[in-house]
């Protein structure tokens, strides 16, 4: 067996992310139940090699929970997508990768007093880079922006750092 070397808990939570948005996005396409996605990427996605590249391991609790509750939250994270929207805008309109970002992001904000949302905003604008190279990253941060001083304006007004990211 070989070993890994060390990796830092932020590049597991940002691995976590990042694979928290592929299940989400695979949710989407071909539907199935949530506890059944990330038990699949648990055993098959989560670290390991892909195409020749050793895969950062992710964080496999926070990439449940992000899982889980964006899943199990839907309604009221695309609600609150929608009220932070520019008039006109409907969540149906965006690219189901972007949404499975938005909703990521949003259950981030909106259930996860612990996070530091200018952070955890900036990781899913670095994840939507990752993916796109157009306008979406800017279209993501706008929103989960919004959402952000809409939901905790404490912590965005002021600039705050909170625990964990």
Known sequence: MTRRPSV???????????????????LDIAGGGAEAVVGEFNRYHLGGEQDGVQLVEADPALFGELVLGATGNRDEIDAALTGVLDAGWELSRLDLLARAILRAGAFEILKRPDIDPPLTINEYVDVA????????????????????REARPGEMRDGRRGAGG
Do not use: M
Not at 129 to 139: G, I, M, T, V
């Open 8 to 26: 830092s808990r932020g590049k597991r939570r940002s691995a976590a992310r990042l694979a928290a948005v592929q299940a989400l996005y695979q």
């Open 129 to 148: 880079k990752s993916f796109f190279e157009s306008r979406e990253p800017s279209l993501i941060n706008g929103i989960l922006d919004r959402l952000a």
